[in-house]
């Protein structure tokens, strides 16, 4: 008897499980610099500040900063800063002008042109 109790237990947490709300597919924003210029470095430090000062930013958006100059400092913050040597993001993203802004939600892609750091709530 002792044997079935781990199973019916086992049983109804899967129940519970199958009515789970779906998950929604993370919200990113994929931001290319060139970090040879002060200005696009600014604007990092910018959205850092901003994803640093706003808990709602930040559990709702996901920021990969790709840096495609490959002497440049790193930039460090909140958003996840990479360095893009190989050109393979750029290669995937074809961001076009730089700095660059691509939204990625459900699924979809969006690019635009980048000035100013209270953009990147555009993806939300």
């Given at each position: 008897?002792?044997?079935?109790?781990?199973?019916?237990?086992?049983?109804s947490?899967?129940?519970?499980?199958?009515?789970?709300?779906p998950?929604?597919?993370?919200?990113?924003?994929?931001?290319?610099?060139?970090?040879?210029?002060?200005?696009?470095?600014?604007?990092?430090?910018?959205?850092?500040?901003?994803?640093?000062?706003?808990?709602?930013?930040?559990?709702?958006?996901?920021?990969?900063?790709v840096?495609?100059?490959?002497?440049?400092?790193?930039?460090?913050?909140?958003?996840n800063?990479?360095?893009?040597?190989?050109?393979?993001?750029?290669?995937?993203?074809?961001?076009?002008?730089?700095?660059?802004?691509?939204?990625?939600?459900?699924?979809?892609?969006?690019?635009?042109?980048?000035?100013?750091?209270?953009?990147?709530?555009?993806?939300?």
């Open positions: 008897d002792l044997k079935i109790l781990p199973l019916l237990l086992l049983a947490h899967q129940t519970a499980a199958g009515k789970r709300q998950e929604r597919q993370p919200t990113e924003a994929i931001v290319f610099i060139n970090s040879a210029f002060l200005t696009q470095t600014t604007l990092v430090q910018d959205i850092n500040r901003q994803l640093a000062y706003s808990q709602q930013i930040r559990s709702r958006l996901t920021v990969t900063i840096d495609i100059y490959p002497r440049g400092n790193y930039v460090l913050g909140p958003a800063y990479i360095k893009a040597g190989s050109g393979a993001w750029v290669g995937k993203y074809r961001p076009g002008e730089i700095p660059a802004l691509i939204c990625l939600k459900g699924g979809k892609m969006r690019a635009e042109k980048f000035t100013a750091a209270q953009e990147i709530r555009t993806c939300l």
